[in-house]
């Protein structure tokens, strides 16, 4: 692959978001070859995650089109950019939309894998190296978003943020690492850190919070109470783990109450996983004193402003954020992949829907009907 397409343009099929909210239009692009420490991938697979309509919608962000959406993903690599050693043709990867340089304070501190040269910026459509984009239409630059653009048979990435995995691994189950299951999982796992047969709750029950929920799980707890709006989620949840649900809709008194009435006092950990303040209050009010570990994974709007009693922090309850599960992609998500691959984690059950690349719209419709938690978008037949 790599002798007949190196450092020549490849024209490739790629969804074109040319506007807000209109629908995607499969296109032929033109992909240039990678520059320095960037990596040219061929999708094979791709998921739709929520970011991605969000995005494309142009809610309360800065609209940038045309574009190419899409950031959880599975492919082979193609072809290197100068100085690029750690990846080669043929190798499996994951592209991510956070990355790791492995350079900077963050990259080499054990806590933190917010690199300060990779972590996201949904604002940027073009490439670090030089502020270009690398996909274009008869000479009309299309941007790129998160450093990704997945929707396209051919996408150029920088390397830090490309994990390379194991071979055998199917593509077309652990592109859903990518993005929204590692960083629910991380997020319980990495952060929150149940013990065996603790209490958790889990806010939100999307394919992040059900991430959460498998989580806890795997790490033994002996109640996973999910805590969502919708009663409709509560049936599908129980095949992540959870065992006991509760619809704040459903009690006149604060959620947190009801939890700690439960619980006995509040649960050991708690992760929240919608983006409201409220969750994210209820999900720190409602851990036990002493030794209770809260953990925000979702985004909130950005007016929003957090406020409980100080006493709440003075009675040793703990408020802790998450970025992307904690995971640090080059480093860790090869290990999340074996977690699958030796029957720890299931993905399967977060793939709800599959359609071929021709009909990507499909997979938006399922997302905004409420009806997917990950559609696999097939790139090639």
């Given amino acids: 692959m790599a002798s007949t397409t190196a450092g020549k343009v490849i024209r490739c099929k790629a969804a074109v978001a040319w506007e807000a909210g209109k629908p995607l239009v499969i296109e032929e692009v033109e992909v240039a070859p990678p520059q320095a420490n960037e990596v040219r991938i061929k999708i094979l697979f791709t998921s739709l995650c929520h970011t991605d309509v969000y995005f494309w919608e142009a809610k309360g962000q800065t609209p940038l089109f045309p574009r190419i959406f899409g950031h959880e993903a599975g492919g082979i690599v193609e072809s290197v950019g100068e100085g690029v050693t750690d990846l080669k043709p043929g190798d499996h990867v994951l592209p991510v939309f956070t990355g ?133 989620r509560f049936t599908e949840a129980k095949k992540f783990g959870v065992t006991e649900f509760v619809n704040p809709k459903d009690y006149d008194k604060p959620v947190q109450e009801v939890i700690a009435e439960m619980t006995g006092g509040g649960v050991d950990r708690s992760v929240e996983c919608t983006g409201s303040i409220n969750a994210m209050i209820s999900a720190f009010e409602c851990v036990h004193d002493g030794w209770g570990v809260a953990v925000l994974v979702g985004v909130p709007n950005k007016d ?60 938006f419709e399922y997302m905004l009907k409420g009806e997917s938690l990950r559609c696999i978008i097939r790139m090639t037949e």
Avoid: W
Avoid at 175 to 181: N, T
Avoid at 315 to 323: A, I, S, V
Avoid at 325 to 349: A, H, I, T
């Fill in 100 to 232: 790791e340089c492995k350079e900077c304070d963050h990259c080499k501190s054990e806590e933190s894998n917010m690199c300060d040269l990779l972590r996201i910026n949904t604002d940027r459509g073009v490439m670090l190296n030089d502020g270009k984009a690398r996909f274009s239409i008869n000479g009309q630059p299309i941007y790129h978003f998160v450093g990704t653009s997945t929707f396209s048979e051919y996408t150029v990435v920088h390397v830090g943020c490309v994990a390379k995995i194991n071979p055998a691994a199917p593509l077309d189950k652990v592109c859903v690492l990518s993005c929204g299951i590692s960083t629910g999982l991380g997020a319980t796992l990495n952060v929150a850190k149940p013990n065996k047969g603790s209490s958790v709750a889990v806010f939100g029950l999307g394919a992040v919070g059900l991430a959460a929920a498998e989580g806890a799980r795997l790490a033994g707890a002996s109640r996973i109470i999910g805590v969502d709006l919708n009663s409709k």
């Fill in 304 to 363: 929003d402003a957090f406020k409980t009693h100080p006493i709440n922090v003075l009675n040793e309850k703990t408020l802790k954020g998450t970025f992307f599960g904690n995971y640090k992609p080059r480093s860790d998500l090869p290990s999340v992949v074996e977690m699958y691959m030796n029957k720890e984690l299931e993905l399967e059950k977060f793939i709800t829907h599959e359609v071929p690349f021709e009909e990507i719209n499909k997979a």
